[in-house]
């Protein structure tokens, strides 16, 4: 079993729509969880860090299941920009400055 | 503010080429790391240097060295290079403080073993 685990999608949705994505983490000591979005043939970029209490920015709402060990990331009012492989990461268990990274969720937003 | 910097962008060798990468940040981070990328792959950590003057391998180290040269900068070399070294690479750079340490990534160089 893979250490996080994403459904790779591609997810197709309209412009306006909500649109959520889960992942699932295998280490239920891992501490730091993390959003990345990454565009074609670019670096990825932090989208934002994921807290136990759950977390909004904007658009874009993180929450943190610690019992069922999943993360999930919900992006409402969804924009063609946001188009992009969403990435799931977790820190490493046993050492907290490496991250273990999940191999992404493709979305495709639609005109 | 230029962040994470990477040079070149692009890279073609022939195979048993050397080179190195080269990776500065001016975020003034402690740690920094070096990935490579492929299709259907993920991201996977090559090295990594927690601090300066230390590193660690990651991943995938096979065919691959790294200098942590002072904070800022941190090398990664191809002393022979192989097809299966064609890939996207990238450096990034961490702080210390507290558990939630997130990465920052260069745009990352383009390297293709002929």
């Known amino acids: 079993r893979k250490e996080v685990e994403q459904d790779p999608g591609p997810f197709n949705v309209p412009e306006g729509a909500t649109v959520a994505f889960n992942c699932t983490y295998s280490?239920?000591?891992?501490?730091?969880f993390f959003w990345y979005r990454q565009d074609c043939r670019k670096e990825p970029k932090l989208l934002m860090s994921?807290?136990?209490?759950?977390n909004e920015d904007g658009r874009f709402t993180a929450q943190l299941n610690r019992a069922s060990q999943y993360i999930s990331l919900l992006i409402r009012d969804s924009k063609l920009s946001d188009s992009a492989t969403y990435l799931c990461?977790?820190?490493?268990?046993?050492?907290?400055?490496?991250?273990?990274w999940g191999l992404g969720t493709s979305l495709a937003v639609n005109p | 503010n230029a962040g994470v910097t990477q040079t070149p962008k692009f890279q073609v060798l022939k195979t048993g080429q050397s080179m190195t990468l080269q990776c500065a940040q001016d975020?003034?981070?402690?740690?920094m790391y070096w990935y490579r990328q492929d299709p259907g792959m993920g991201l996977r950590l090559i090295y990594y240097?927690?601090?300066?003057?230390?590193?660690d391998k990651g991943e995938v180290p096979n065919g691959y060295n790294v200098s942590r040269l002072n904070k800022r900068e941190f090398s990664l070399r191809l002393e022979s290079a192989a097809p299966s070294q064609t890939s996207v690479y990238f450096c990034?750079?961490?702080?210390?403080?507290?558990?939630?340490?997130?990465?920052?990534f260069g745009d990352g160089t383009r390297l293709s073993i002929l």
């Open positions: 990034a750079s961490s702080t210390p403080t507290g558990s939630n340490q997130p990465q920052h």
């Open positions: 975020m003034n981070h402690n740690s």
């Open positions: 240097s927690a601090s300066e003057g230390t590193t």
């Open positions: 280490n239920s000591a891992s501490q730091s």
């Open positions: 994921v807290y136990s209490s759950g």
């Open positions: 990461v977790c820190s490493d268990a046993g050492n907290n400055r490496k991250l273990i």
